[in-house]
């Protein structure tokens, strides 16, 4: 089955700097690779995704990039602000209706 | 529109007793997903629902876990009896089929004792 690999597991970052998380999956059939964010007591929120056919996608300071070739895709945040410290979980699935498989999760802590 | 609905909250229960939990999914998403995240992990399927219908209940621990959908909406999800490595934050996800975007209810912290 899959396995999702992610790292780092702590990344500590000064506000105003870019943060990159790295995430790697086994299953070459797999083709949909979100991104989630969760805060302290809450559930994880999706904050972007990106499918196969697609080598990255953007949205304002958020950037996903896929490498198919490789099996790994990355978080980019720029521009980082105190709020986005948190844990942020990679996943991959393979089909449509197939449940995620997540990886372990990077706490990422943003200091002013 | 509204999230996805868990409660309770918080459940402390001391070892092998039973416990319950229930989930509402948005309306109108006919896949519904439990996970079970231990402190300091990702999410890990326990089962996952197409309308009323089991699809994927592979890593349910089912001597001792069961869930149902019976009317295809809201969920229960039963431990019985519970461990100590029961302990750990119950996710109810849900999400519209074919799209794979699973939206996540705020969880219920199980603790056993």
């Known amino acids: 089955g899959e396995n999702v690999e992610q790292h780092p597991s702590t990344l500590s970052v000064q506000e105003g700097d870019s943060a990159v998380i790295k995430c790697t999956y086994s299953d070459s059939a797999s083709n949909y690779f979100p991104w989630y964010k969760q805060e302290l007591g809450k559930g994880p929120q999706l904050i972007i995704d990106i499918r196969s056919n697609v080598g990255e996608k953007k949205d304002q300071r958020i950037a996903v990039t896929l490498n198919k070739t490789a099996k790994h895709f990355s978080l980019h945040i720029t521009e980082t602000q105190p709020e986005d410290s948190a844990v942020y979980f990679c996943?991959?699935?393979?089909?449509?209706?197939?449940?995620?498989?997540f990886g372990k999760g990077t706490t990422l802590s943003v200091s002013s | 529109e509204a999230g996805v609905a868990q409660s309770p909250r918080y459940k402390i229960i001391e070892k092998r007793q039973s416990v319950a939990f229930w989930c509402n999914p948005i309306?109108?998403?006919?896949?519904l997903y439990w996970y079970q995240q231990i402190l300091g992990q990702g999410p890990k399927l326990l089962i996952q629902f197409q309308n009323n219908g089991v699809v994927d209940d592979s890593q349910l621990p089912k001597d001792r876990f069961s869930a149902e959908r019976l009317k295809g909406v809201d969920s229960t999800l039963k431990i019985q009896p519970a461990k100590l490595e029961d302990s750990a934050v119950y996710l109810c996800a849900s999400s519209l089929v074919p799209k794979n975007e699973a939206f996540f209810g705020q969880g219920t912290r199980l603790t056993v004792v």
């Open positions: 996943a991959a699935s393979n089909q449509a209706g197939t449940a995620l498989i």
């Open positions: 309306s109108g998403h006919a896949t």
